[in-house]
C-alpha cells in the first residue's frame, strides 16, 4: 500500500524560503504525477504544482514566480520550495499522487499534511 | 484561474440525499470530463470520493455518485449517514495543465 510520508520547517519568517520533502514508499514512483497543495487555516484546497519522475512540471499560474518542485528518483522522493513567503502563504501543506497530469484522473493518496506558519 | 463555486454549506436528514454543486467555466468544468470530488474531515487530509465526473475508487460506498452538465458538475450523497458529516471539495483539470478547486461545501448530518 502506498503511503507519503512529507516533511519541513514548520516556522518561517517573511522573506524566508519554504522548503518541504514528501517520500513515497510502498508504490511505484515512475507513472504517476505528485503534486503539492495547500490549504490556508480554515480555507480551501489551493494546488500548488506537480512533478512527473521524469522531471516535467506543472504550476498553478498564481505561484508559478514562486515556486520550484523537484523530484529524487534515487530516494522516491519530491520537494516543493517556495520563495519570498509572506503571512498569506501560512497553511497545511500536503502532497499527493495522481495518475494524470494536472489531477485529470483524481488524487488518490495523500500525504499526512505540514503545517507551516510564517510570522515574524 | 478562479476557484469553482460551490454552495457553503448542505445538510440532511440520515437516510436523505444532499447534492452539491461545483460550479466553473468552459475552460474547466465544462471544457473537461476531469472533476473530482474530494471528503474532508476535520484535521484530516482530503480522500478522493469521485474521478472524472462519475467514477468511484475502489472502496468508496456506491451511496455517493457524481454527474455533470454544461460548466456544472454535482456530487450526491444518497442514505445519508453520520459519518458523511464533513467537508467536500471539487476540483477540475483546468487549460495549460492547471488544477482548479471549489471553494468547499461543508455538509451536517441533522
Known amino acids: 500500500q502506498v503511503q507519503l510520508q512529507q516533511w519541513g520547517a514548520g516556522l518561517l519568517k517573511p522573506s524566508e524560503t519554504l522548503s518541504l520533502t514528501c517520500a513515497v514508499y510502498?508504490?511505484?514512483?515512475?507513472?504517476?504525477?505528485w503534486s503539492w497543495i495547500r490549504q490556508p487555516p480554515g480555507k480551501g484546497l489551493e494546488w500548488i504544482g506537480e512533478i512527473n519522475h521524469s522531471g516535467s512540471n506543472n504550476y498553478n499560474p498564481s505561484l508559478k514566480s514562486r515556486v520550484t518542485i523537484s523530484v529524487d528518483t534515487s530516494k522516491n522522493q519530491f520537494s516543493v520550495k517556495l520563495s519570498s513567503v509572506t503571512a498569506a502563504d501560512t497553511a497545511v501543506y500536503y502532497c499527493a499522487r495522481g495518475e494524470h497530469s494536472s489531477g485529470a484522473y483524481g488524487m488518490d493518496v495523500w500525504g499526512q499534511g505540514t503545517t507551516v506558519t510564517v510570522s515574524s | 484561474q478562479s476557484a469553482l463555486t460551490q454552495p457553503p454549506s448542505a445538510s440532511g436528514s440520515p437516510g436523505q440525499s444532499v447534492t452539491i454543486s461545483c460550479t466553473g467555466t468552459s475552460s474547466d468544468v465544462g471544457g473537461y470530463n476531469y472533476v473530482s470530488w474530494y471528503q474532508q474531515h476535520p484535521g484530516k487530509a482530503p480522500k478522493l470520493m469521485i474521478s472524472?465526473?462519475?467514477k468511484r475508487p475502489s472502496g468508496v460506498p456506491d451511496r455517493f455518485s457524481g454527474s455533470k452538465s454544461g460548466n456544472t458538475a454535482s456530487l450526491t450523497v444518497s442514505g445519508l449517514q453520520a459519518e458523511d458529516e464533513a467537508d467536500y471539495y471539487c476540483?477540475?483539470?483546468?487549460?495549460?495543465?492547471?488544477?482548479?478547486f471549489g471553494g468547499g461545501t461543508k455538509v451536517t448530518v441533522l
Open positions: 510502498g508504490g511505484s514512483f515512475s507513472g504517476y504525477y
Open positions: 472524472e465526473v462519475s
Open positions: 476540483s477540475s483539470y483546468a487549460v495549460s495543465n492547471n488544477v482548479v
